[in-house]
């Protein structure tokens, strides 16, 4: 058996400004912040000799090669981004369709009602209303327009959703309704 494993395709290269600050600010918290100290231990650990049996010099190390590793990651996934300013008319094409950086209200099956927020890959995680936009319910709620229905096949089983409100810029209030 190979351990090879293959390389995961990367997600969509869009992101909003606020995701984008996020990301740079855990590069520069990991890069001039946590390194530093962690180096720091790693060299005190390694002045106190043997280091076969020292653990802060093998544990220090261990995430060395993890801040190391996420800083490089970081790196090359904010070098090939587009910031999407959806706060500007020009950053989106039409204000009464759903695309990248858009606050949707869904009306599930049930009748509950519920925002989100149609963000890249590496924010949607952030919070519990960002869904991506690589997602099934994400890419079948690009291009959308109010009141049209949206069916997509979700672990739990086959759901549909229908188009409240769309709304760009800052987030909607939970009791905001069309």
């Excluded at 509950?112 to 890959?121: D, H, I, N, S």
């Excluded at 291009?143 to 800052?170: C, W």
Aim: net charge neutral; hydrophobic share 35%.
């Amino acid at each position: 058996m190979s351990r090879y494993r293959a390389p995961t395709p990367a997600g969509s290269k869009y992101i909003t400004p606020e995701g984008a600050k996020r990301l740079r600010d855990e590069l520069d918290a990991l890069w001039h912040e946590e390194r530093p100290r962690v180096t720091a231990a790693v060299a005190a650990a390694a002045a106190q000799g043997d280091r076969s049996e020292n653990a802060e010099y093998t544990y220090g190390k261990k995430r060395l090669h993890e801040i190391d590793r996420r800083v490089r990651f970081l790196r090359k996934r904010l070098e090939g981004m587009t910031v999407v300013d959806t706060e500007s008319e020009s950053g989106r094409r039409d204000a009464a369709r759903v695309y990248f950086g858009a606050w949707v209200q869904l009306e599930n099956q049930d009748g509950e009602l519920r925002w989100y927020r149609l963000v890249g890959p590496d924010e949607f995680d952030l919070a519990s209303d960002y869904i991506s936009m690589d997602s099934p319910l994400g890419s079948s709620l690009l291009g959308k327009r109010l009141d049209d229905a949206v069916t997509v096949q979700l672990p739990a089983g086959e759901h549909s959703f229908t188009v409240v409100a769309i709304r760009y810029g800052a987030r909607p209030s939970v009791s905001a309704r069309p």
